[in-house]
């Protein structure tokens, strides 16, 4: 009885076999001019894909005074009685995160360098034979230097500071943190590998600049203040 039912089950598995074997050569075709439909499509949509390039660099924060800043060593103590705060790590970090991704600072380097206008907002390609960007011409006419851009007021053909920065964000920068090292990571992305390195180092470039102008004018009223509060302190001693 075992032996029969041994046999009857081997048989239908051999049956099955045999059926699951037939339906695959009879959807075959099907499944090949599927499987070529899929893989042409993939290649097609790659090929139309603008490739993207990638620039990254780590910053890191120093907090020390340099050469170009007054030293507020010698008022520490009273810094830390009038409440003012001379700065730290975490402070720096943030202030450089928020820094590049301000529509101000965006607004600084269009000011030094206005072709970054176009090859942030309408850039759409690279030409590696050429080494030049390319450009949307139903935004931009590179070679008439011209926007094109057909669009309904309030709007302009030329971008406003808004819409490039909304492009400069979500598209070009990306800025953050390292928890672990304290190290800034900033990232640059762009249809152009050139663009992408240069415009990475030219936003180190002026937030250096930016940042210790600030330190400095910062420091510079800090000063002036801790010094008339100790001008008032060695009075009051006197005083009394």
Known sequence: MNSNSFLNSSQNQEVKLFDL??????????????????????????????????SDALLEVITENDNDIPDLGAYGGLAAMAGVDIGSQEDKAFLIEETVKSRLF????????????????????????SQEIKYNKKIYDNANKKWTRKVKPPFKPEPSLLEVHEIYIEDVISVTKDKLSGFIVLQVEHPSPFFAKQFLEFIIQELNNTIRLKDLNESTESIEFLTKEAQISQYAEIKN
């Open 106 to 129: 965006l607004s600084h380097l269009i000011s030094i360098d206005n072709s970054v206008l176009q090859d942030l907002y309408a850039a759409n390609g690279y030409d590696p034979i």
């Open 21 to 54: 074997i037939r339906i695959i050569l009879d959807k075959k075709y099907k499944i090949i001019l599927f499987t070529f439909v899929i893989t042409i499509s993939t290649f097609f949509i790659s090929i139309q894909l603008t490739p993207i390039y990638k």
